[in-house]
């Protein structure tokens, strides 16, 4: 057995202190977008939820993903129409660059036209982009998007523009054409324009939009609350004896005629 030589002390050179040993940490990137770390949180989420459970929760946490990404296109979309300078430049070749044909669909463009709608764009820019999608075989117009761009063409007093869109759709997809919708048009012609040209639209929608049939006590009291909404009720009162004797009046009728009467007197007092 070899027995134990003494240490030479002279090899502690040789080894490098405790003290100047440099402990390397990991270096953490916080550049990193905040979405990376949401995503593995979702997916550290799903790996604790019993395996039975894991493809619903799954199916939930890629439709919150997908939902984001969606608005977040919406919104970009919005931006871009509401800062293209059309009427300078055709915006239909902009709108063909930046949406895909895959990307039309009925709820898309019902939510574009919603944006445009809270963003008080200009009624033109929608209209062209309700235009641009009728272009799609996939996108079926239906009530909602038709009578936001109504809205937003009559809210910026764009009476052509709204005629013109309303015989399109008359030809196409009459069965928009609701109570709603004529409301919208009657109530913004009577804010803007005249009260002969406002009985002139109603008469205009009864002989075209109507298949040549005379407009019921429906379309009456449409007329008569587009009158009272903007507070003109004098015009409410001539349109009732001018047109009354051709319509059967109803509780609606009744109740519109109360307010003339309730108006008359407040301003009496």
């Not at 048009?185 to 939009?209: N, V, Y």
Request: one cysteine or more.
């Amino acid at each position: 057995m070899k027995k134990a030589g003494k240490f030479d002390q002279s090899r502690l050179g040789s080894i490098p202190l405790l003290s100047t040993i440099h402990i390397h940490r990991p270096i953490i990137d916080n550049s990193k977008p905040f979405q990376i770390m949401l995503f593995l949180g979702r997916c550290n989420q799903l790996l604790q939820v019993p395996l039975l459970q894991q493809p619903t929760v799954a199916a939930t946490i890629g439709f919150r993903f997908y939902s984001s990404d969606l608005e977040f296109e919406i919104k970009r979309i919005t931006k871009i129409i509401n800062d293209h300078p059309f009427l300078d430049q055709p915006i239909h070749p902009k709108l063909s660059q930046i949406i895909p044909s895959t990307t039309i669909s009925t709820s898309f463009v019902e939510n574009v036209l919603g944006h445009l709608f809270a963003s008080h764009s200009n009624g033109l820019k929608a209209f062209e982009f309700f235009k641009f999608s009728l272009q799609f075989s996939q996108f079926c117009p239906t009530s909602d998007a038709f009578e936001k761009t109504l809205h937003i063409l009559t809210r910026m007093g764009n009476f052509n523009k709204a005629w013109e869109l309303i015989e399109e759709i008359h030809k196409t997809h009459p069965s928009l054409l609701t109570l709603k919708s004529m409301s919208i048009m009657l109530s913004r012609i009577a804010k803007f324009q005249s009260f002969e040209e406002t009985l002139e639209a109603f008469q205009k929608m009864e002989d075209k939009l109507s298949d040549h049939k005379q407009f019921g006590t429906d379309e009456f009291n449409l007329l008569l609350r587009a009158f009272c909404t903007q507070r003109q009720m004098k015009e409410a009162k001539s349109v009732f004896n001018k047109l009354y004797s051709r319509f059967s009046p109803t509780t609606k009728t009744m109740i519109f005629c109360f307010l003339d009467l309730k108006n008359l007197v407040m301003s009496l007092l």
